[in-house]
């Protein structure tokens, strides 16, 4: 009896161990079938603590509110998507030797940080070559995307070679632009306002100002991109359908100083009677209305200007500005992230995306929506 008693006793936990055995070879395939199908779909622990991707906004230095604007949407689209962005601004030191920047990570937003503020006016080379030295700084620091507001074809066609040639043996780091259009190869994606359409808006406003009847004169830069080009060309397409309108030439000037001045000469001059302005860019704007406040003539000489920069806003509201062009900087930093983001992911992206400028007026710069246009950063 007790033999038999053993032997049961043996043959149950024999019975045991089998099924033990039993369960553990059912749970190593079952783990082998999950990991070759985490294979087969790309799937790795890897890909649980990926790092986000770091993507550098950098614009030229002293732009302003428009910075501000795209800043604060890039910053928006990067919460959403997961990304880290990187916030590089031009800053030029001291005119000899320049330093970009001392590096400054707060959480998921890395700042870059001015060397010198009390910096000198800089030449436009410098500037550039500061632009330039900003985007190389930037991809040191591991940007695996560039956001560029350029501040010329020079600097963005030196800042697009870094990109290529930053990885010699990897993938090309995307160039996304902002706000202007240049012929340089090598662009992923261009963010900006119809500038044609825009200067449609701008000569209609002017048309109606004057009630079909006037001299107007165009303040501005030399066109050195297509996009000033085409802002010009809207601008005549609408002026040229009115008989009574009489344009004089174009008055070229690139800074406040030199557009105050090309307006006072204007002004100045006794067989010609200007009766509104047409400023193509930021500083033409500001230029003329410091001419208009000197001869105290805001109610006399219209100003149709481009721009949305504090000094403006504040003059529209007086009234030294009939209407303003206002693009939106928060939608154009937004976009160009999201560009970027689908680009590093291997998505398909836009070459152009155009975004709408709007027609401000003292009428309606209070308007909610012109608000949220005007004044991103106020929540």
Known sequence: MMDNKINRSDAHSVE??????????????????LLLLCSACGISNTDVTAVSPRIALVTPAGTGELAEAIRLGAEAAAKESGAELM???????????YTPAIPDSVGSQMQVKPVNTDRPTMSRSAREQAQVDAAALALRQGASALLVDPLSEKALSDIIQKAQTTHSDGPVVPVIVLNDEFPVKGITSIISMDNMEAGR?????????????????LLGPDPVNSGLVQREQGVMEVLEQYPDIQVEPKSICNTRDGCWQTAKQLLDQPEVDVDGFIALQEPASLGAADELNRRNAADKVRIVGF????????????GVFDHLIVQNGYS??????????????????????LL????????NMFWMDNQKLLFPFVQ
């Open 307 to 318: 721009g949305s920069e504090q000094q403006q806003l504040e003059q529209l509201q007086e």
């Open 356 to 363: 709408e400028t709007k027609l401000v007026s003292t009428d």
């Open 87 to 97: 916030t590089v601004e031009a800053y030029p030191s001291d005119g000899r030797v």
């Open 332 to 353: 154009a930093g937004y976009l160009g992230l999201n560009q970027a983001v689908a680009r590093l992911n291997n998505q398909q992206v836009q070459a152009r995306v």
């Open 201 to 217: 808006q701008a000569g209609q406003a002017m048309v109606e100002l004057l009630k079909g009847k006037g001299h107007i004169a």
């Open 16 to 33: 045991g161990l089998n099924m033990r055995m039993k369960r553990w070879v059912v749970t190593q395939t079952a783990a082998s079938c």
